[in-house]
């Protein structure tokens, strides 16, 4: 096992750029793929992060994604847009469905946008999070494509559904922004995967074996014969599971890519965003202060045992913000080598260890 390199976010960042250039992308989609990448390290998504810059470059030697694509706007109502990715980058797909939703929304109240033919776009709640700056309400939840099923449904062993996240954002009268952001599996793929490269076990209850066994080897789910990943809620998965099937419907139905089937085979990102704007509602500053007044309701709560401080969505990610800009991101290593052989073969040298 390779020991993890820390990196500086600047660092990482001109380092992805240049590689997703040296693979065919533009310099502002290069970046703007890197910046949202670093940015899931920066905010403690290491499953978003750095892990997924070598599967993309993989993805456009397979061809599976073209790094020259533009999303565009294909179907337009007053409030509603479906936007083709035309197989490119998910990122620049998702940031023109919310820029096109938020535009809705300021003219007309809300906006509704879905997106089809896109790769993985990386973390929802950054685009939700895009409505909140703006002063707006932003939803999200993304399937795969109708591909790639790896969570047991409520009750079943075999694998029948993505991870499908979803996000709510909305401002406060403070800093950070509410930000629900989360799988409707019990844990994103990519946190397994990460256990897995530092040799890690997995938690109790994330994962089951092909047999339905509960396991916390990380090999039962990745390797043949397969397991499962269990959806959100533990002792009510069923939650979970309702949840994932909701998003389907939503992200994979209206945007026409599809809900999970036996016989997709292109795995993407299938998304649907919506953007209200809250003083169609009720005054600005006067929801912002309510959201403020719940943030102190839950905070003014006694805390159990060994819990410093009661957070709220959001603020994690805030916080692991700020300490990791000044630390650095520790990537692991068996990502490293991966990301340095793809480099070699377009003869990028990687950044140095942060001092
Ligand atoms: N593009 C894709 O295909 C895809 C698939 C799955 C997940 N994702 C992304 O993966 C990311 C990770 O998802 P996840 O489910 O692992 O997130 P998570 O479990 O780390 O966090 C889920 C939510 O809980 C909040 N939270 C976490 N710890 C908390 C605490 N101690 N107190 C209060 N609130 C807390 C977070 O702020 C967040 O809103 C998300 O950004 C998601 O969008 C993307």
Redesign the pocket.
């Known amino acids: 096992m390779t020991d993890s390199i820390v990196v500086s976010a600047e660092a990482l960042t001109a380092y992805f750029t240049e590689l997703f250039v040296r693979f065919g992308a533009t310099p502002a989609t290069g970046n703007e793929v890197a910046v949202h990448l670093v940015e899931?390290n920066l905010t403690?998504?290491d499953?978003?992060g750095a892990l997924r810059a070598p599967w993309y470059l993989e993805k456009i030697e397979a061809g599976e994604l073209d790094p020259k694509a533009v999303p565009a706007i294909v179907t337009e109502g007053p409030t509603t847009a479906v936007i083709d990715g035309g197989w490119g980058f998910?990122q620049p797909a998702s940031r023109l469905a919310m820029e096109t939703a938020i535009d809705k929304a300021r003219q007309l109240g809300v906006g509704c946008v879905a997106v089809r033919n896109a790769n993985?776009?990386?973390?929802?709640?950054?685009y939700t999070a895009m409505a909140a700056a703006d002063g707006m309400v932003g939803l999200g939840c993304?399937n795969?494509h109708g591909a790639s099923p790896c969570v047991a449904p409520f009750g079943g062993i075999d694998r029948r559904l993505?991870?499908?996240?979803f996000?709510v954002a909305f401002p406060a009268d403070r800093q950070p922004i509410f930000?629900?952001?989360?799988?409707t599996s019990v844990?994103?793929?990519?946190?397994l995967q990460v256990r897995r490269n530092k040799g890690l076990q997995a938690e109790e209850q994330w994962i089951i074996d092909h047999d339905g066994n509960a396991t916390t080897d990380p090999w039962k789910f990745y390797a043949e014969p397969v397991g499962a990943l269990l959806p959100m809620g533990g002792v009510v998965a069923h939650k979970g599971f309702a949840l994932s099937m909701a998003i389907e419907g939503l992200a994979g139905g209206l945007s026409g890519a599809g809900c999970s089937n036996p016989t997709a085979e292109r795995h993407g990102?299938a998304c649907w965003y919506t953007v209200i704007r809250i003083d169609a509602f009720t005054p600005l500053d006067e929801f912002k202060a309510n959201v403020g007044k719940l943030i102190d309701h839950v905070k003014s709560s006694r805390k159990a045992a060994g819990v410093q401080e009661?957070?709220?969505?959001?603020?994690?990610?805030h916080l692991r913000r700020q300490e990791r800009l000044r630390d650095g991101l520790a990537i692991d290593g068996q990502t490293w080598e991966w990301l340095g052989r793809k480099a070699a073969l377009v003869g990028v040298v990687p950044p140095a260890a942060k001092d």
Do not use: C, F, Q, W
């Open positions: 899931a403690g998504h499953s978003h998910g993985h776009m990386g973390r929802v709640g950054y993304v795969l993505p991870t499908n996240p996000s930000l629900a952001d989360m799988t844990v994103a793929e990519g946190k990102n009661i957070l709220y969505p959001g603020e994690p990610e």
